[in-house]
Antibody
Framework: EVQVVQSGAEVREPGASVKISCKISGYSFIDYHIHWVKQAPGKGPEWMGLMYREDSQTVYAGEFHGGVTFTVDTTTDTAYMQLNNVKSSDTAVYFC?????????WGQGALVTVSS | QSALTQPASVSESPGQSITISCTGTSSDIGIYHLVSWYQHHPGKPPKLIIYQVNQRPSGVSTRFSGSRSGNTASLTISGLQAEDEANYFCCSYAGNYSLVFGGGTKLTVL
């Protein structure tokens, strides 16, 4: 059974960084892309980008370019998403999800709250 | 890319059918056979219910079906049940290794 487990809720002050983890188990880590999705309160989901399965190359959606970094630790099958210089508009639930171009398995989401 | 357009909310009575639309452009829905739909109950992970426009993953009820016409994809839920009350959002491949989501539709089963 495929399982996608994310780290817990985080609170940060404006200007800080936050790193969310996403551990995937149940199939070969390299077989699927790892996507990251932002859902701000009361808003629809936004695709942030992905880490490409074959070579860990990353693709960032335009509006997230420069403000987010995706990494992976293949020894533990864990992906990470780091947000830098956070601001109030970064308050959201962040999901990781696996799949190629349809997202078959999702993490439970990690709430990031940015507040001074 | 701009978000795909979905109605903010829809409602229907139990046992009836409802269709949720998702309008994109000729650069996403209109050209790629890679439209997916997700059911999202608040506080839970989203669930894939349709992929590649009209394919159902194993275990998803046959009451859910998908289609596409031009730049608009649609999700139809037949025989509505109380448990179908959730948020639904669409997603399409948009070229250049990117995805675009719809804004989501809140389904209320009256």
């Amino acid at each position: 059974e495929v399982q996608v487990v994310q780290s817990g809720a985080e609170v940060r002050e404006p200007g800080a960084s936050v790193k969310i983890s996403c551990k995937i188990s149940g199939y070969s880590f390299i077989d699927y892309h790892i996507h990251w999705v932002k859902q701000a309160p009361g808003k629809g989901p936004e695709w942030m980008g992905l880490m490409y399965r074959e070579d860990s190359q990353t693709v960032y959606a335009g509006e997230f370019h420069g403000g987010v970094t995706f990494t992976v630790d293949t020894t533990t099958d864990t992906a990470y998403m780091q947000l830098n210089n956070v601001k109030s508009s970064d308050t959201a639930v962040y999901f990781c999800a696996t799949g190629q171009w349809d997202l078959s398995h999702w993490g439970q989401g990690a709430l990031v709250t940015v507040s001074s | 890319q701009s978000a795909l357009t979905q109605p903010a909310s829809v409602s229907e009575s139990p046992g009836q059918s409802i269709t949720i639309s998702c309008t994109g452009t000729s650069s996403d829905i209109g050209i790629y056979h890679l439209v997916s739909w997700y059911q999202h109950h608040p506080g839970k992970p989203p669930k894939l219910i349709i992929y590649q426009v009209n394919q159902r993953p194993s275990g998803v009820s046959t009451r859910f079906s998908g289609s596409r016409s031009g730049n608009t994809a649609s999700l139809t839920i037949s025989g509505l049940q109380a448990e179908d009350e959730a948020n639904y959002f669409c997603c399409s491949y948009a070229g250049n290794y990117s995805l675009v989501f719809g804004g989501g539709t809140k389904l209320t089963v009256l």
